[in-house]
């Protein structure tokens, strides 16, 4: 827990497929956790379902991944203020460093 959410964080390889946005709900309700982090598949994602958030921060160094064939290096800070989190997510894209900003509010 930080602040007011519980995040739970797996690597990944038990997601059956791998990054399944179904089988992450299902470990999310098993963690009953507001922010769920998951990795393996070295691809950014970020999204809002049914009021959690889940994210993968990719792979910082842009390693392979046996399901995409063009990765782009990312990796992400997240700020968690009371009910909110803002998500930064760095990528280098084309040689330049690219910040986007997501944020989460607790429902």
Known sequence: TVGQFRIGVVHGHQVV???DAESLMVI???LDCDILISGHTHKFEAYE?????YV?????TGAYSALETD???SF???DIQSTT???????????EVKVDRIEFKKP
Do not use: C, H
């Not at 379902?49 to 958030?53: D, S």
């Not at 993968?56 to 910082?60: D, H, I, R, W, Y």
């Open 28 to 30: 999310n309700r098993q």
């Open 56 to 60: 993968n921060p990719g792979s910082a």
């Open 76 to 78: 992400i800070l997240m």
């Open 71 to 73: 990765i782009t290096p």
């Open 85 to 95: 989190v803002v998500t930064y997510v760095y990528q280098l894209i084309e040689g």
């Open 49 to 53: 379902q049914e009021g959690k958030f």
């Open 17 to 19: 497929p791998w990054g």
